[in-house]
């Protein structure tokens, strides 16, 4: 009799839910305690904005969680109906569709809904939508929208983009302060930054036990236990956290338990998790024994320029770095290097339809590094949150030939 495959569940994870419940508590009561709410892009300037006090609120983070407990795809008619295309970001689409509709997975956590923000905060780093997205709400709210914008397809980082990044940021702080009705402190920005600096160390550092052989780790696991790191860098819960996860994991290593039992293969996955689907694809990998070890997306909140010493280059730096926002030489150096440093087997590019950011099979990639690494890929048509656009039956069926042929070369 065959049993369902299994995920190894963490021991952290009793604590990783305590630490999320704690920080969307914060903000389910922040209107009772007064403090200003900030809503913020996955790598805009949260700790300039923790520094002023602010609770930080990331639309991004609750995009994913309407893509994980499915409800995106029914939100997502809801925006596209006041004007918001299907094609473009379906976070969006599916943010703006719960706002409409009223219904959003934060209930469940106990909060009638987002926070009401004091002011919005972007950075074009990862793609236009951001703005959109953001200036619907300011619009909404009748509350100041502010932005960072940063060049993309950005080759080797000069010193005039990061002057010209640190400039912006720095004149962030005026009309900041002004919301926050409070100075900014130098001293407590270095703290915040440094507390996102060891955050990110230890972030690292747990994605970084995947390169043992088995892995202690998947990637599936990486987008659960990346939480705190999108939400909570430049707090001391996120740090807590990853060193508990990290010890964990470490003593996974030297007892030898593997995340996929009897490990054959190991891959790496290239752009946006399939939000709603990945319990079935973690389940499908430990049935084929295969491991996808490492990915560009659980990587993209590894933000190793921070320095307390030097606040705001160090962000501009930090901020500017990201995967997203390079050039396809630099992206192909870069997944080259993880390729061998997590001595993976082939790659899976995700084709996500509403995020060409984040879908870097479209330009020739997959096929330049098939013949600089000597490693296979395999494209899946898909999206983050909008499951009209995946066929679940026919992926599985290409990663299945996918492993096969892995297993015949
Ligand atoms: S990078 Fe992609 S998924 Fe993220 S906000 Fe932009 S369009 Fe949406």
Known sequence: MSTAPERKEFESSKKLRSVMGQYFAQLGQAAQQGQKVAWCTS???AELLRALGFLVYFPE???????????????????????????????????????????????KLGLSGPPRP????????QCRD??????????YFEVPCLGVFTPRAIGSLSESIIDDVARQLEELVEPLEKIAAMRLDPGRLSEVIELSRQCTVLWKAVLETAAQRPSPITFFDGTTQMGPAV?????????????VLLDELRQRIADGVAAVAGERFRLYWEGMPIWGKLRPLAEQFIELKTCVVAST?????????????????????????????????????????????????????????TCPNNSNNRYGMPQRLRDRLGKPYLIINGDLNDLRLYSEEQTRTNIQAFVEQLAES
Not at 66 to 85: D, K, Q, V, Y
Not at 118 to 125: E, G
Not at 233 to 243: H, N, T
Not at 325 to 346: L, N, T, V, W
């Open 43 to 45: 790598v805009g300037p």
């Open 61 to 107: 983070n609750h995009g994913a969680m309407l893509g994980a407990t499915r409800m995106a795809t029914e939100l997502i008619p809801l925006a596209n109906a006041r004007g918001f295309s299907p094609d473009i970001c379906s976070y969006l689409t599916s943010d703006i569709g719960s706002f409409i509709k009223g219904e959003t997975p934060l209930k």
């Open 118 to 125: 004091d002011v919005l905060v972007f950075n074009t780093n």
């Open 130 to 139: 951001v703005q959109d997205w953001f200036q619907f709400y300011s619009r």
């Open 231 to 243: 939400v909570l860098r430049g707090e001391q819960a996120a740090v807590e956290y990853y060193q």
């Open 297 to 353: 997306y659980c990587n993209s909140w590894v933000f190793e320029a921070l320095d307390p010493a030097d606040p705001f280059r160090s962000m501009a730096r930090a901020y500017t770095s990201i995967f997203i926002c390079r050039s396809d030489p630099e992206k192909e150096d870069y997944i080259a290097h993880m390729a061998q440093q997590f001595s993976i087997d082939g790659i899976i590019f995700h084709d996500a339809k």
